[in-house]
């Protein structure tokens, strides 16, 4: 049927505005829109009839359907609405793995080497140091701890300007792989200083495989746990 004929101008006046109002059958108005493409008298007749409507529609007030038309119509979409599970609180930074991968960096046992060679006491049988490089997030070492495994401390020297903030201290932890941190003091200010342990090095530091230092107030955490940032952290190097 050709719409654009002059005689079937009505018909599809009366076809255009059923379009457009929407009460068009479904095949009737696949139908028009398939001619549309094509033939430029339908294509306008719609078109007119749509922007003639087009003021009607905006002065209709918004209305918010009922969930059950939203949930119908995601059922016939096939869309799950329920909502997504919450995902699990983060557990405390000592537990993620992201936290451990992170003391695996390159390159910051390299700096062994360098920074203990000054002030490490030589090895010998019952004296092989335990060396611990602590580094920050971008894997500059901050501060090296050593000890003798005899030694009853962990002597710590700063690199560089490492220093905790004014009216703050450096507190060092221990780091058990299951348990939460072990406070082994603040670091006292100064270039080459001693944190005390309470037994032998080797004894003390048994099954911990890294250190970290934390940033808190003047006397250390009052919680028993890390308050302030992590700011370093190492693994425990073992010469022996």
Known sequence: MNLSHPDRRDR????????????????????????????????????????RLAPLAAGVPAITPAPRVWARIASKLGIDMRPAPAPPPPGPW??????????????????????IAKFA???GPDVA?????????????????????LDRYLRIKPVGNTAPAAGQVFELWALPQASPPKSLGVIPAGRVVRVPLTAPADESLSNIPALAVSLEPPGGSP???PTGPVLYSGTIERMF
């Open 12 to 51: 599809l006046d009366r076809l255009a505005a059923e379009y457009a109002l929407g009460t068009s059958p479904p095949l009737v108005r696949r139908r028009l829109a398939a001619i549309a493409r094509g033939d430029r008298v339908v294509a306008d007749a719609l078109r007119q009839w749509e922007e």
């Open 94 to 115: 000592w537990g993620r793995v992201g936290f451990w991968r992170a003391l695996t960096v390159s390159g910051v046992v390299v700096a062994v080497a360098l920074g």
């Open 121 to 123: 006491q030589p090895p």
């Open 129 to 149: 140091p335990i060396v611990v490089v602590l580094a920050g997030a971008d894997a500059k070492p901050a501060l090296i701890a050593t000890a003798s495994r």
């Open 223 to 225: 919680t028993g746990q």
